[in-house]
């Protein structure tokens, strides 16, 4: 069961078209995963439409053209269960250290990237930088494990995939999880996963050799 989601203030921005492109792709992934929060989303963009609706005494006249238009839009045809599973099955899956995965709607595109490779951890930026957010994808092989970081900003991890150990919690496919500079934290995947990261600023690690690594963490974001 997916036990950790976006918060109903992100949703609501998303639904508003407020979020940097890293973190709405997120949501959009997310919601893909998760239909609790599909539905809440759908919630959010219902209350929108009502805010934005103007009451029809008040309004000018439309123009005739505005009418075609919108007949042409409700004429267009619904995507059924099964158009969206053959689309499923008609995405390309991506390949990384000999695992195979499908990603999400709004990430397949991103199915052949050249990935960074440090010891059991792949990792691969995306072209989505947007008010300072970077995003990118995470591959963790089993038994591999992040060195003990803080933030200075904040971090979105969208779990695609695998098991994360982070603390006394398991996370697994779906969970939305987010960390900032209030958390301290070292997470391990006992089977190996996949991730859509997220994050406004570089890591700074607080243990052993890693430290090292802060010098040069703003090219690893």
């Given at each position: 069961m997916i036990?950790?989601?976006?918060?109903?203030a992100?949703?609501?921005a998303?639904?508003a078209?407020?979020l940097?492109?890293p973190l709405a792709?997120?949501v959009?992934?997310?919601?893909?995963?998760?239909?609790?929060?599909a539905a809440?989303?759908?919630?959010?963009?219902?209350e929108?439409?009502r805010?934005?609706?103007?009451p029809a005494?008040?309004?000018?006249?439309?123009?005739a053209?505005?009418?075609?238009?919108?007949?042409?839009?409700?004429?267009?045809?619904?995507?059924?269960?099964v158009?969206?599973?053959?689309?499923?099955?008609?995405?390309?899956?991506?390949?990384?250290?000999g695992q195979s995965?499908?990603?999400?709607?709004?990430?397949?595109?991103?199915?052949?990237?050249?990935?960074?490779?440090?010891g059991?951890?792949?990792?691969?930026?995306?072209?989505?930088?947007e008010?300072?957010?970077r995003?990118?994808?995470?591959?963790?092989?089993?038994?591999g494990?992040?060195?003990?970081?803080?933030?200075?900003?904040y971090?979105l991890?969208?779990l695609?995939?695998?098991?994360i150990?982070?603390?006394?919690?398991r996370?697994?496919?779906?969970?939305?999880i987010?960390?900032?500079a209030?958390?301290?934290?070292?997470?391990?995947?006992?089977?190996?996963?996949?991730?859509?990261?997220?994050?406004?600023?570089?890591v700074q690690?607080?243990?052993?050799?890693?430290?090292?690594?802060?010098?040069?963490?703003h090219?690893?974001?």
């Amino acid at each position: 069961m997916i036990k950790a989601h976006p918060a109903q203030a992100m949703l609501r921005a998303f639904a508003a078209d407020e979020l940097p492109l890293p973190l709405a792709v997120g949501v959009s992934a997310h919601c893909e995963l998760c239909p609790d929060c599909a539905a809440r989303l759908r919630a959010c963009e219902e209350e929108l439409a009502r805010q934005y609706l103007t009451p029809a005494e008040e309004c000018e006249p439309l123009p005739a053209a505005f009418d075609a238009m919108l007949a042409g839009i409700l004429q267009q045809p619904v995507a059924t269960a099964v158009a969206l599973t053959q689309s499923a099955v008609a995405r390309p899956e991506l390949q990384v250290a000999g695992q195979s995965y499908r990603l999400p709607r709004v990430l397949a595109r991103h199915h052949a990237p050249s990935w960074r490779h440090i010891g059991a951890i792949r990792q691969v930026s995306l072209p989505l930088d947007e008010q300072g957010a970077r995003a990118s994808l995470l591959h963790i092989e089993a038994g591999g494990r992040i060195p003990e970081h803080t933030h200075k900003g904040y971090e979105l991890t969208l779990l695609l995939a695998g098991t994360i150990e982070d603390g006394d919690t398991r996370y697994q496919a779906g969970d939305f999880i987010w960390r900032d500079a209030s958390h301290a934290h070292s997470p391990h995947t006992p089977d190996g996963c996949l991730c859509y990261t997220v994050q406004d600023a570089p890591v700074q690690f607080t243990k052993g050799l890693s430290r090292l690594l802060n010098g040069i963490s703003h090219r690893l974001y």
